[in-house]
């Protein structure tokens, strides 16, 4: 909610005009929490993928949460940024002392992954995927829903075609090399994740963070 009503101050003043984030109050994820019936201090944990300003905002919204996320992921956190780190990162966005609770990936390997294990209180379906590559720590979410895994690979791509074999737009590509910190260990796990869909004998859906059409098709399953 902060990131709606002060968006310059929260996400900086260039991010917040390149990006042109829709600063909807319903968008938020503690408004859409609330429209399901829920209260905000239901909200025990959240698993981040990554810490990018566009996927940390909310945290403020949850400040009782406990936050699950990578090891190298929560080092950002508890030092000085450097210069490409000031352009990603807003440090106020967990300013409230947030709960993190970070993992080394150094759990069993699953389906070509490195896998930081179950997450501490949280049911054994879920499982936090080193996906490196984007930043130092990204990473993915699994959720064994008995007859698919859904998995959430977070910025590991941008476009549901990186999936299959259609051709990804050239300006998705472009945009890519520029956000991931490293491109080849980016593009390693881009090629785990197709053959994660197209080869695995168990049902893998796979989505992004940044695909509304691949949001559209997964509404309501
Ligand atoms: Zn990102």
């Not at 508890?78 to 409230?96: D, F, I, S």
Request: glycine share 8%; proline share 5%.
């Amino acid at each position: 909610m902060e990131d709606v009503t002060n968006p310059a101050g929260r996400m900086g003043i260039r991010n917040r005009f390149l990006l042109q984030p829709r600063l909807d109050p319903a968008e938020t994820a503690v408004r859409q929490v609330e429209a399901l019936g829920y209260q905000r201090t239901d909200v025990r944990h959240i698993i981040v993928t990554h810490l990018d300003l566009d996927h940390a905002g909310g945290l403020t919204d949850f400040p009782h949460a406990k936050i699950h996320l990578h090891s190298n992921e929560y080092g950002i956190t508890q030092r000085p940024l450097n210069l490409r780190e000031k352009g990603r990162y807003r440090p106020m966005q967990w300013a409230h002392e947030a709960k993190f609770t970070p993992y080394t990936p150094d759990g069993e390997k699953w389906h070509g992954f490195d896998c930081a294990r179950q997450l501490t209180d949280l049911p054994p379906e879920i499982l936090l995927l080193a996906m490196g590559g984007h930043s130092l720590g990204h990473t993915g979410v699994a959720i064994n829903r008995g007859n698919d895994w859904l998995i959430h690979a977070g910025d590991s791509y941008f476009h549901r075609h990186t999936m299959t074999e259609a051709k990804v737009p050239r300006t998705v590509r472009l945009f890519e090399r520029t956000t991931h910190l490293n491109s080849h260990l980016a593009f390693e796990t881009q090629g785990h994740l197709q053959k994660l869909v197209m080869n695995s004998e168990q049902k893998m859906t796979v989505f992004c963070s940044h695909d509304p059409v691949e949001y559209e098709r997964l509404a309501g399953s």
